[in-house]
């Protein structure tokens, strides 16, 4: 070989070493040549967590790994920048399927994949059971019950355990026992059950009966039985509620006649042992018209739209602490407002419009102008709106979670052809859907498309998840079920 071809030879094996070198550099670094769009492009990456374990999962049709119990995630890296089709299967199971795109120097996320079973098993708890009503965890239920002389409240416990509380011919004997010549018996046509409220620790309710001219109230201890009326003479009730952090104390609001021929506003705490009502005395102009609880003090809505927080003095009083919102909210005449607050988020309902109070900003933020439901999330960063047929979400804080949300974001999730008639949360990214025809999950991660599975027939049924149990309670056509089949 002569010394030209030899020094030819040198540099082009040095220009090879300089070339490969920087190939390899940049290949290192994440970047690749995209032979779609002809141009070098850097990449991104992908991670999937998926339940059950033991799914397969395929990325555009290609298999490429089995999940097991000790590894139920994947992370896949070098991705080109574009939209890939992920599908995850399992044998019994729903598949789920969803187009995302990768970004440069992003790793896409899908974390909270759940495969469902396609056969769950509703079994039958209960029949002939007219109403139903859940305690704020549902871990017990309330059944009212058709039997032969009328009807019965029965205790059913999550863990599926059954206690008769009471008949309809108790109420009328109780009424035999303590009658005065300024009480009446109740008629058994009259003893309509209107609403059964909890108490926070679920060890009573105040059961709330209609007759043909009043509502009455009877507090009932779920460890004794024990029964008694709560009587507010010629109060009318527009909210009576329990002390979540004391269920020995009611307070009550509602409004009675006065001298000048209209109503007035007034307040009353029940306490035992005694079940006396007394009064709290009220400043006229920031007299509530709504209340609820924040740990253990009292929040109301005064009629001039300002809404306060304070603690009852001496059983007489309330002194303010607080003044929540910096521009008072108009207040409508001949519109009912109710005031439901938590886990700490303050929610007015005005009708059936919603709004919440934007705590950073003291002022409340309109979220709905129709409302039949709505559920707290369990993150406390959302809620889901049933509007009837529709279902909305609402950001209450900045969800950093893909895909990415921030705080007021509102968002149209799902739309029924049929009416909707109750929803819960299964976990934060989750809803069950309770609608005319049966029972339907559905994620809340919308990008390319929802992944919606229906997961039994039933006829305008309601739907109870009972968290720490993963079991579900449905009531249809005067029977109670449950399944705990949805999370296997």
Same mark, same amino acid.
């Given at each position: ?13 040095? &220009? ?10 940049? #290949?290192?670094? =994440? ?52 939209? /890939? ?26 974390? #909270? ?89 679920? $060890? ?12 009455? /109230? ?118 009912? #407002? ?5 886990? =700490? ?42 509007? =009837? ?6 950001? &209450? ?10 705080? &007021?974001?509102?968002?149209? &999730? ?20 309770? #609608? ?34 993963? $079991? ?17």
């Amino acid at each position: 070989m002569r010394k030209t071809q030899k020094k030819i030879l040198f540099f082009a094996l040095v &220009l090879f070493f300089i070339l490969s070198s920087f190939f390899f550099v940049f #290949y290192s670094q =994440g970047y690749r040549f995209d032979f779609k769009n002809k141009r070098v492009v850097q990449t991104g990456g992908l991670f999937l967590k998926i339940i059950p374990s033991g799914a397969e999962i395929y990325l555009n049709g290609k298999y490429l790994k089995k999940t097991n119990f000790l590894f139920n995630s994947l992370f896949l890296n070098n991705l080109i920048p574009q939209k /890939y089709t992920i599908q995850i299967k399992k044998d019994g199971y729903h598949s789920w399927e969803k187009t995302l795109p990768i970004e440069e120097l992003k790793v896409t996320e899908a974390k #909270y994949i759940i495969l469902f079973p396609k056969k769950i098993d509703f079994q039958n708890v209960e029949g002939n059971v007219k109403q139903i009503f859940p305690s704020p965890s549902n871990e017990h239920f309330i059944l009212k019950q058709k039997i032969k002389n009328g009807w019965q409240l029965v205790l059913l416990s999550s863990s599926l355990k059954k206690e008769v509380l009471l008949k309809e011919e108790d109420i009328s004997s109780f009424f035999q026992a303590q009658k005065t010549k300024s009480k009446k018996v109740l008629s058994k046509k009259a003893q309509n059950i209107q609403n059964i409220i909890w108490a926070n620790d679920e $060890r009573k309710i105040l059961l709330q009966l209609d007759n043909e001219k009043q509502t009455r /109230y009877f507090l009932i201890n779920l460890e004794n039985k024990k029964i008694q009326e709560i009587n507010l003479d010629d109060v009318k009730i527009w909210e009576i509620k329990f002390n979540p952090k004391n269920s020995n104390k009611l307070y009550a609001l509602g409004t009675k006649p006065n001298k000048t021929g209209g109503v007035s506003w007034h307040m009353f705490v029940i306490e035992e042992p005694t079940f006396l009502p007394n009064e709290i005395k009220l400043i006229p102009d920031i007299a509530p018209i709504t209340f609820d609880f924040i740990n253990g003090d009292i929040v109301w809505l005064s009629k001039d739209g300002f809404l306060f927080r304070g603690k009852l003095k001496n059983h007489s009083s309330l002194s303010v602490s607080e003044i929540f919102n910096l521009r008072p909210k108009e207040i409508q005449e001949n519109t009912k #407002y109710r005031l439901k607050i938590l886990r =700490g988020n303050v929610f007015l309902f005005e009708g059936e419009k919603l709004l919440w109070l934007d705590q950073i900003r003291h002022l409340f933020v309109s979220v709905s102008e129709a409302v039949k439901d709505v559920k707290l999330a369990p993150d406390n960063k959302k809620i889901a709106i049933s509007t =009837g047929n529709q279902i909305w979400l609402f950001y &209450l804080q900045d969800d950093y979670q893909q895909p990415r949300r921030l705080a &007021l974001d509102k968002l149209l &999730l799902t739309v029924s052809e049929t009416e909707i008639k109750n929803i819960a949360w299964l976990n934060p990214y989750y809803l069950i859907i309770a #609608y005319e025809n049966g029972i339907k999950i559905t994620e809340i991660d919308n990008r390319s498309h929802l992944n919606e599975i229906i997961i039994s027939e039933f006829k305008s049924p309601q739907v109870f998840w009972v968290q720490n149990k993963k $079991r579900l309670f449905a009531f249809s056509e005067q029977k109670v079920f449950f399944t705990d089949d949805i999370l296997r």
